[in-house]
């Protein structure tokens, strides 16, 4: 049966990605063009009317990008906060919270994450979807709140699945094995297949593995030494089924697993209560913990367990009329297990607390352990426009029903013997002191439409109108000694409802360059902190108790941009301006260990981005992306006391926001040697400028902790000075590689310089239990070879 003119635009897109591989080799070479669907159209990506950067799957293989991580330094304005696999945090075009945390459930994310048709944000827990076999991931820069309402303030990144194509057969292999410099090794091997399954039937499965090598070392007591702590596993697979019982109804069922098993946290520490400079223990003798390493007294874990299971069906009326529906289920299990030895052991030598511990007392193991359980069910229903006419129309309905359950708990042995507690709520756990479960029931109706008009054949003006209404429903239940007993039981709800507009005009100047504008509104739900752990913050309850509700977060996006496309170049470019009310930020309550968000009444972003891709001979080809974005608060927000809060203030930086964003890379292709077609050389580079991790880190002095609680020794003037500014960095990449007629070899080597990037900054307690940076993976090499038949 020959491809319907359903399947004819998936099948294009999909040959593209192969087309760029051929045509590389080809004396005529001309840059391809990619089919997007960031629209909820296809369209060219040189024709859509806002800014955009798509990274097909070819250009995924060339530069050796695994993860988001990997992925967003080649993307101009998209940024990510990583703390290991499974848990970043993601920001476009500086639209930041700054550091979100494991116990932060109710914040919202800014940017929204999309798995083909299904949404998947989650914030601080991104999925870490593995890169095999997707057609392209597509970064829309913007608030997107018109046609992708699920957390799309900042933007949206959406990962595009290759899809099954009718009457194909074919299978492609791809596996690696890598080193990390002073690490452990790591390896992953990965398997996708078409299948064809008759005339009107196909199947596409995917299957991984993934070992992650480690590089984070672990002290113990008795000077011992655990090595590369932060390994683990990733593994997973897809299996898709496309049918076509008539030439115009589609019905593709899918189901996605992923599970995610880390040993640890890629976090190197500053400072730890039990093993600092100071200290002098009856465990070692004082000591300053060095680089990639940490201390601990029990073993950390992460794990994360996905279940997806969606559909999309598509139906061509015959009356220039198309209905497309998308349903999905997600299920995500999660636990974050971390040494909390350091944070409870602080609260028993906590003079301000009064429980007086001994140094053997304080040294406790404990546990924290927090698990989300998460359950989301979508629906959407649109129908559009099918014809060539000039008006284009499309419009939908929208409705999500999210349900997450979040737990702590804070196992150490012992505990009760020295804070006794007669928890009601939680009457089974004993030697915990602290307990929490919150439930949150996130139910929304949208509706939503886009109509585009063309003029003259080179002026389109396309207006879009999105009406949310939200409802959010919160139980919250805490008990223990370390808990307010005066808050221990709360049921929040959380409504809200409005509309985002979206307004743009494309003008083809001439067959080669296109100028676009576009004013766009987005929006982010507010909530309710949990109450502070007041039995912990003695002189911070007051400084923070005053913030317990956050607002909405809107924004008003303003951005101008142009294309142009020629047949050895492309340059696309933008300057853009945001501006943003009720930006929730999130704080450290100092020594309460809880987080909380402050609404800042005024912010701005304001920025350009430029992306270049040169094909100057037919064996060279170059690509440049670069950002700049100033990122900063327009208001201030006061204490208690009337100073400034937590360097908020009129002027400062927005955390997590790096000015400057810079990546380049090069392709040179060979004459192939060792019998092969050809063979390449690839060279990449990536820049990143300084950034903060909280507010209050730009602030003079906020760099000194009190690190002087009275254990083993330990001074009572004793204070910590560390580097808030996380540092700029330059990582350089290089690869190699063999091409023969079903198979490719590539030797590579990533971080060549063994920089040692600081991602975010974290402190326990104040700073007063522990410090520490997360940071980037070491210089690492290995071999991929793939392989297709």
């Known amino acids: 049966m020959a491809s319907t003119g359903l399947t004819q635009n998936l099948l294009a897109q999909q040959e593209e990605s192969s087309k760029s591989q051929d045509q590389a080799r080809d004396s005529d070479y001309v840059l391809p063009g990619l089919y997007v669907t960031a629209t909820k159209r296809y369209l060219p990506e040189q024709e859509v009317p806002f800014s955009l950067n798509v990274q097909s799957e070819d250009e995924i293989e060339r530069l050796g990008t695994t993860n988001l991580e990997d992925l967003s330094r080649n993307v101009a304005g998209l940024s990510i906060q990583n703390l290991g696999p499974g848990q970043s945090v993601i920001n476009i075009r500086g639209i930041s919270s700054g550091q979100i945390v494991r116990d932060q459930p109710g914040v919202k994310e800014q940017v929204g994450v999309y798995l083909d ?41 959406r990962y595009i699945t290759n899809q099954p194509i009718l009457g194909v057969n074919e299978t492609k292999l791809e596996m690696n094995a890598n080193q990390i410099d002073d690490g452990s090794h790591g390896e992953h091997f990965k398997i996708a297949s078409n299948i064809s399954l008759g005339d009107a039937m196909a199947a596409r499965a995917v299957a991984y593995y993934t070992g992650y090598g480690g590089f984070i070392d672990a002290l113990r007591v008795g000077d011992t030494v655990d090595e590369d702590v932060d390994d683990g596993n990733r593994f997973g697979g897809r299996f898709a089924l496309l049918w076509e019982p008539s ?78 529906y998308t349903t999905s289920y997600v299920s995500r299990d999660i636990l974050v297990s971390r040494d909390a030895s350091a944070l409870t052991g602080s609260v028993g030598v906590d003079p301000d607390i ?39 129309w499309l419009a939908g309905v929208f409705f999500p029903d999210v349900e997450r359950d979040y737990s702590q708990r804070l196992p150490t042995p012992g505990y009760d013997m020295f804070l006794p507690s007669a928890d009601t709520n939680f009457p089974d756990a004993v030697d915990s002191p602290y307990n929490s479960d919150l439930t949150y029931d996130l139910q929304q109706t949208a509706l939503f439409g886009e109509v585009t008009y063309m003029l003259l054949d080179r002026l389109a003006l396309t207006a879009g109108l999105r009406w949310y209404d939200w409802e959010e429903d919160k139980t919250f239940l805490s008990g223990g000694p370390f808990s307010n007993s005066a808050a221990q039981h709360q049921d929040i709800r959380v409504s809200s409802d409005g509309y985002n507009p ?106 350009a981005e430029l992306e270049v891709s040169v094909r100057p001979t037919t064996a060279l080809h170059v690509t440049f992306a670069g950002s700049y974005v ?160």
């Open 247 to 324: 030439e115009n109804l589609s019905i593709a069922p899918r189901i996605v697993y992923q599970n995610i098993d880390l040993g640890g946290f890629n976090r190197e520490e500053a400072y730890n209560l039990f093993k600092s400079p100071y200290t002098d223990p009856q465990l070692s003798t004082p000591v300053e913990l060095d680089r990639r390493e940490q201390f601990l007294l029990l073993d950390e874990a992460f794990e994360d367990e996905t279940l997806i299971l969606d559909a999309v069906i598509k139906w061509e009326t015959g009356n220039a009329l198309g209905v497309t």
């Open 354 to 392: 009064g429980l007086n511990f001994s140094d053997d007392d304080a040294l406790r193991p404990s546990n924290l352990r927090d698990t989300t359980d998460l359950e989301q069910v979508t629906h959407e229903l649109r129908v559009s426009s099918d014809d060539d006419g000039a008006l284009q």
């Open 117 to 157: 048709e299904t949404p998947l944000s989650l914030s601080l827990f991104t999925p870490d979807i593995d890169l095999f076999d997707l057609n392209r991931v597509e970064t829309l820069r913007g608030p997107q709140g018109t046609l992708f309402g699920s957390g799309s303030i900042g933007g949206t990144v």
């Open 630 to 789: 100033e990122a900063e608060f327009d208001s201030t927000v006061a204490a208690v006391d009337g100073s400034v809060l937590h360097g908020i203030e009129d002027g400062n930086r927005i955390p997590s926001v790096p000015e400057w964003q810079l990546s380049g890379s090069a392709t040179y292709i060979l004459p192939g040697v060792l019998s092969a077609e050809e063979s390449y050389i690839t060279a990449s580079w990536q820049y990143v400028d300084t950034s903060i991790t909280q507010p209050g880190d730009q602030v003079e002095g906020e760099n000194v902790f009190d690190t002087n609680f009275p254990y083993a020794g330990t001074p009572a003037g004793q204070t910590t000075e560390v580097d808030l500014t996380l540092d700029s960095y330059h990582l350089f990449n290089l690869s190699a590689g063999l091409v023969y007629d079903a198979l490719e070899l590539t030797v590579f080597a990533k971080n060549i310089t063994d920089e040692n990037p600081k991602l975010s900054f974290d402190r326990e307690r104040g700073g007063r239990a522990r410090l520490g940076y997360r940071v980037g993976q070491p210089r690492t090499i290995g071999v991929t070879a793939r392989m297709h038949f």
């Open 502 to 607: 979206r307004y743009m005009v494309s003008y083809e100047a001439t067959d080669n360059v296109r100028v676009n504008a576009q004013i766009s509104k987005g929006f982010r739900l507010g909530g309710v902190n949990d109450p502070l752990n007041e039995p912990l913050c003695k002189s911070d309850y007051d400084n923070y108790r005053g913030y317990q509700e956050f607002d909405d977060e809107t924004l008003w996006n303003y951005e101008l941009g142009f294309k142009s496309s020629y047949e050895k170049i492309i340059v696309n470019g933008s300057v853009f301006y945001s501006d943003i009310e009720d930006l929730g930020v999130n704080i450290d309550a100092g020594m309460c260990s809880s987080r909380v968000t402050i609404s800042v009444p005024e912010a701005h972003t304001a920025g």
